[in-house]
């Protein structure tokens, strides 16, 4: 039924499916080549993810964004088959509006995070084939609450809240004992940075992921090649844009040895 | 009983008189092209009469909140399945009403046994360049029209031909939001005023009359009799504004205006207007 503006059940009533393994899966090892992460700071959460697509040891793209905004003040960081997770990004925008145009209000924090869960519970014969697995991060400002909030979910659909941070992809491991370890033992908490310190170190934490992940593209000064950075507060999701983090990555990121 | 044609014809005869008659309660809607954008108007009392449908797609009605809401339902659930299925862009206002609601409401008036659609529909499209932008009507049997600049919902064709030659007459080239603002809150005034005059009227013209002079060739009023008449009905009333904002962020141009945007946008005459 429309009335309850559910949009992906609209789709489905058409006959629009999601996760339906594309073969009979031999369940090889599920690969998630890229590195994204999400940590709040002083004035809301800092999303970030480097801008490389790879196939096996191939290069496809560098410049691919894995960090997409879902509506003004949600973003979902993507690890895993990119085609999968652009289509649920896709399904999740429209869901979003749909629900927003015909209710006449927006869908809840907590809605938007159970619509995340339930298109991974729908792709899960997908994941396990092999053909489709996602592992997202989801960040966004709750608006009602006046607070940021990160998730992050494992193939199947369930849910974790990640407190201060959340990472995922296979640069993932090398940077979340890093995040640990300036959390606990830092100047000060993440949740305390300013917003330039935390750009400093969404910066700095990739690079590391870079340094030891073959599947994380590292920053390209000469091509003018920097991460995507999203930060989202109480006004909404803004991209940082390379002019910014130009001078922040050559001051206070290179090491000249 | 409406198998012969000579019935058929009398029965949809029938169903216009009838259609008419719901719409004398109605509030006019309109709809102008300014600087930055399209405007969209009304006053409204108790349900909301302007709604969003797609990201560039605004939607103006008049008549039964629910039959109109049925219709709303449509839109969006047409618009969002188009849009994920091809693209956004796909989503076009021309495509929803022509191919969409406007076969719908007029099956539904045509059906002799069954209830028609009471809804008058104003949907109103921002395109990519502001020479793109339409304004579509489309009236309860399902007859559209497509306009570009200035368009208006209002109870009978007479008080809909008022509101378009004075928009005609006042409208400039070139408007910004205030000014658009000011012109289609006078415009919707000149509609109120001359369906109360047209009311009076008829039950004028059911006693014998007096003079041969007729009211219908009344000079246009004032804009101070008319900004008048906007604050004498704004207390019980809401006046409602949105607009689909050629310079919005993000790909959803559509947004309500505020009392707080109203009362900044509007000049010093509506002012007590809003404060209500």
């Not at chain 1, 609209?10 to 339906?20: A, D, I, R």
């Not at chain 1, 750009?199 to 992940?213: K, N, P």
């Not at chain 2, 006053?43 to 990201?55: A, F, Q």
């Not at chain 2, 009236?139 to 008080?159: I, K, M």
Request: aromatic residues 8%.
């Amino acid at each position: 039924m429309g009335m309850q503006g559910d949009f992906l059940q609209l789709l489905k009533e058409q006959g629009y499916t999601l996760g339906v393994p594309a073969t009979v899966g031999t369940g090889h090892a599920l690969t998630n080549a890229t590195t994204i992460l999400a940590f709040k700071y002083r004035d809301g959460v800092l999303v970030a993810g480097d801008r490389r697509a790879t196939a096996g040891n191939i290069v496809m793209y560098d410049r691919t964004d894995k960090v997409l905004e879902i509506d003004r003040h949600s973003v979902m960081a993507i690890a895993g088959v990119p085609a999968t997770a652009y289509e649920m990004v896709r399904v999740l925008e429209h869901s979003f509006k749909y629900y927003r145009r015909t209710q006449l209000q927006e869908l809840s924090f907590d809605g938007k995070l159970r619509a995340v869960s339930k298109l991974l519970k729908d792709n899960v014969p997908a994941a396990l084939a092999g053909t489709g697995a996602v592992v997202p991060v989801f960040a966004g400002y709750d608006v009602e609450q006046g607070s940021a909030k990160i998730y992050f979910y494992d193939i199947l659909g369930a849910e974790f809240e990640g407190v201060e941070y959340a990472v995922s992809g296979s640069g993932s491991p090398t940077i979340r004992g890093i995040l640990h370890y300036l959390n606990t033992w830092g100047e000060q908490p993440l949740s305390a940075l300013p917003e330039e310190q935390a750009m400093v170190q969404a910066l700095r934490l990739l690079t590391s992921a870079a340094e030891f992940d073959s599947a994380t593209g590292g920053i390209n000064r000469e091509a003018s090649l920097y991460p995507v950075i999203k930060l989202i507060t109480g006004a909404g999701v803004q991209t940082v844009p390379n002019a910014t983090l130009k001078p922040l990555y050559e001051a206070q990121v290179v090491r000249y040895v | 009983m409406y198998e012969e044609p000579y019935r058929w014809v009398e029965a949809v005869g029938n169903r216009r008189q009838y259609l008419d008659e719901q719409f004398k309660q109605g509030s006019p809607v309109v709809a102008l092209t300014y600087d930055g954008g399209i405007l969209l108007t009304t006053v409204s009392k108790g349900t909301p009469k302007l709604y969003e449908i797609y990201d560039r797609l605004a939607l103006g009605g008049m008549g039964h909140p629910t039959d109109l809401e049925k219709l709303r339902f449509s839109l969006l659930e047409m618009a969002h399945v188009e849009g994920f299925n091809r693209s956004p862009s796909d989503v076009t206002g021309s495509r929803l009403v022509k191919y969409g609601i406007a076969p719908v409401i007029k099956q539904a008036f045509e059906e002799m046994y069954k209830a028609p659609f009471i809804v008058r529909i104003l949907v109103a499209e921002l395109g990519l360049k502001p020479e793109k932008d339409a304004l579509l009507t489309i009236n309860y049997d399902g007859t559209f029209e497509e306009t570009t600049g200035r368009a208006v919902l209002a109870a009978t064709p007479a008080v809909h031909t008022k509101m378009m030659s004075y928009l005609k007459e006042q409208m400039p080239a070139t408007l910004s939001l205030e000014q658009a603002l000011a012109l289609a809150l006078r415009t919707w005034a000149i509609g109120s005023l001359a369906h109360q005059q047209e009311e009076a009227d008829q039950q004028a013209e059911a006693k014998p009359p007096t003079s041969g002079a007729g009211s219908s060739a009344a000079a246009i009023p004032s804009s101070d009799t008319l900004i008048a008449h906007v604050r004498g009905i704004a207390g019980e009333r809401t006046i409602e504004c949105a607009v689909l904002d050629r310079q919005a962020s993000g790909t959803s141009k559509y947004r309500l205006l505020k009392p707080a945007d109203l009362s900044s946008l509007l000049p010093k005459a509506f002012q007590s207007v809003v404060a209500n």
